[in-house]
């Protein structure tokens, strides 16, 4: 318990500092609100139109599979990190045991086919054409 004083010394100084800092700003802030201070801010624009309008399919389409090969290349990016680890000429080896070099590299061959195989199918499907 005794190492943990610094930790919640920190937390309470933290709490302190949110809160000092949210009492100053309501004793200090500007209270006049206008019509323009209420308006949405939407990129430094003033609002067109209404916010319900229906988005396209296509938008969605794009966003899932930006997500899906985002995800690919976070499993891509250690398993290439433990392949460079794995330099023979390096004393340590810190990377994939040299026993299951070749299954890892099956599972991300077939992973990478099957990523390949969504890109494929989406492309025929016209996903990436737009309107």
């Known amino acids: 318990m005794e190492s943990s004083y610094p930790i919640l010394l920190f937390v309470a100084v933290l709490i302190g500092f949110v809160i000092t800092n949210l009492i100053i700003i309501h004793i200090v802030g500007p209270r006049k609100k206008t019509a323009v201070k209420q308006m949405p801010y939407e990129s430094g624009m003033d609002p067109v139109g ?5 988005f396209d399919v296509k938008f969605y389409l ?3 599979l930006f997500l899906v090969f985002d995800v690919e290349l976070l499993f891509l990016y250690p398993w290439a990190v433990s392949a460079y680890l794995d330099d023979p000429l390096r004393a340590n080896q810190i990377g994939v045991p ?9 599972v991300m061959l077939v992973f990478m086919a099957t990523l390949a195989i969504a890109y ?3 492309w025929r499907k016209g996903v990436f054409r737009w309107r």
């Open 50 to 54: 209404d916010a319900r309008q229906p």
């Open 62 to 64: 794009v966003a899932i």
């Open 98 to 106: 040299v026993e299951l070099r070749g299954t890892v590299f099956a």
């Open 120 to 122: 494929i199918y989406a």
